[in-house]
């Protein structure tokens, strides 16, 4: 079945980095779009960034761009979220998505903190 597991999360100052992975299996990782969402209490769940299949076609969320970077790598099944210059704003609870046969699978979120 698909899975996918988040991990890289954590506490870190304004103005640091953090990398996120995701982990995939039960599907076929090299045919399909990823995408990161992230969700604050309260909030509905919005997109962070996504990536084409093949690694192009990158889409970010306007107030990540020039901060953060999507990237993927089909031999190990893990698409990553790099994060610079990281803000109060951006902490959330951070999850990959996939989509396939129209359903939807989310992994299990991992949380992102940043403060001082």
């Known amino acids: 079945q698909v899975q996918l597991v988040e991990s890289g999360g954590g506490l870190v100052q304004p103005g640091g980095s953090l990398r996120l992975s995701c982990a995939a299996s039960g599907f076929t990782f090299s045919n399909y779009a990823m995408s990161w969402y992230r969700q604050v209490p309260g909030k509905e769940r919005e997109l962070v960034a996504s990536?084409?299949?093949?690694?192009?076609?990158?889409n970010y969320a306007d107030s990540v761009k020039g901060r953060f970077t999507i990237s993927r790598d089909n031999a190990k099944n893990t698409v990553y979220l790099q994060m610079n210059s990281l803000k109060p704003e951006d902490t959330a609870v951070y999850y990959c998505?996939?989509?396939?046969?129209?359903?939807?699978?989310w992994g299990q979120g991992t949380q992102v903190t940043v403060s001082s």
């Open positions: 990536i084409g299949s093949d690694g192009g076609n990158t």
């Open positions: 998505k996939v989509v396939r046969f129209f359903i939807t699978y």
